[in-house]
């Protein structure tokens, strides 16, 4: 539900403000090194998810393919998001018009830390999924594109 009391903000806006604070913080007292260690540990957590999910398709008597990818994704939509997706033999295709995370950076003026998170998770879910998952991310909403688009699919 994205309904809630007044005063009251959303926890994908919570998140992404703690997620640039972190990054800010880390960034800003130990420079490059600090952006790669923001990354990896972006990557980490993307991995892990990756894993659950496939854990997820696992359980329920599915294989890890890109058919399967979207169907046990592990974070629920909510009307903050915007996204068209389109299925086909061997890959998906998504296409975010509307995005509270991005939403959330922007408003904070913190878009260079939120496309840490944005040019890594992505990727990691889809290899801690299935690692021969690809997940190709050519626009974003962070650098000024008017939408974030993603292809997924299977190495050949």
């Known amino acids: 539900m994205d309904r ?23 960034v800003t007292r130990f420079g490059s090194e600090g952006e790669l260690a923001v990354r990896q540990a972006v990557r980490n957590f993307g991995e892990m998810r990756g894993r659950r999910i496939a854990e997820n398709a696992r359980q329920s008597g599915k294989d890890n393919t890109v058919a399967n990818y979207l169907p046990f994704y592990d974070m629920e939509r909510s009307l903050l998001f915007t996204a068209e997706s389109q299925t086909g ?3 998906v295709r998504q296409c975010f018009s509307k995005c509270i995370f991005a939403d959330a950076w922007k408003n904070l003026q913190a878009e260079r830390y939120g496309l840490l998170y944005c040019e890594e998770i992505d990727p990691a879910i889809a290899r801690g999924f299935n ?14 594109d008017t939408q ?3 292809r997924f699919f299977h190495d050949e």
């Open 131 to 144: 690692s021969s998952l690809q997940c190709e991310h050519k626009e974003y909403l962070l650098k000024g």
């Open 148 to 150: 974030c688009t993603f």
């Open 4 to 26: 809630k009391e007044p005063g009251t903000v959303s926890i994908y806006t919570i998140m992404a403000e703690l997620f640039a604070a972190l990054a800010e913080e880390v």
């Open 89 to 91: 033999a061997n890959e």
